[in-house]
């Protein structure tokens, strides 16, 4: 089992930036390739997804040269999602995401492909 907390989003204005953090508990987190969702309506939508061993970082169109993704392995077992260039059909509701693998450089986009969770956060961009 992994426990995912969340932390940081907020509101912020057009064009400024925010840092979401994911902190994982329990098993080897770094087994684990992690990714980051938002739902601003019904859907889930992909945003980021990054392997468990760094190697491969998968970006929504929507997001890419704005959001970066990245983890740290060691004591602090978190994933971050660095948001700058925000704008405001970024605003929802973001929920990191774990699955358990060996594969190097496996990354999934889909949400059904994750096993874990965490309790989302909100970010709000204003015009």
């Known amino acids: 089992q992994v426990q995912l907390v969340q932390s940081g989003g907020g509101l912020v204005q057009a064009g400024g930036s925010l840092r979401l953090s994911c902190a994982a508990s329990?098993?080897?987190?770094?087994?684990?390739?992690m990714g980051w969702f938002r739902q601003a309506g019904k859907e889930r939508e992909f945003v980021a997804a990054i392997?468990?061993?760094?190697?491969?970082?998968?970006y929504a169109d929507s997001v890419k040269g704005r959001f970066t993704i990245s983890r740290d392995n060691n004591a602090l077992n978190t994933v971050y999602l660095q948001m700058n260039s925000l704008e405001p059909e970024d605003t929802a509701v973001y929920l990191c995401?774990?699955?358990?693998?060996?594969?190097?450089?496996?990354?999934?986009?889909?949400?059904?492909?994750?096993?874990?969770w965490g309790q989302g956060s909100q970010v709000t961009v204003s015009s």
């Open positions: 995401a774990a699955i358990s693998t060996s594969t190097v450089r496996y990354a999934p986009s889909r949400d059904q492909e994750y096993d874990y």
């Open positions: 329990g098993r080897t987190f770094r087994t684990y390739a």
């Open positions: 392997s468990w061993s760094g190697l491969n970082r998968n």
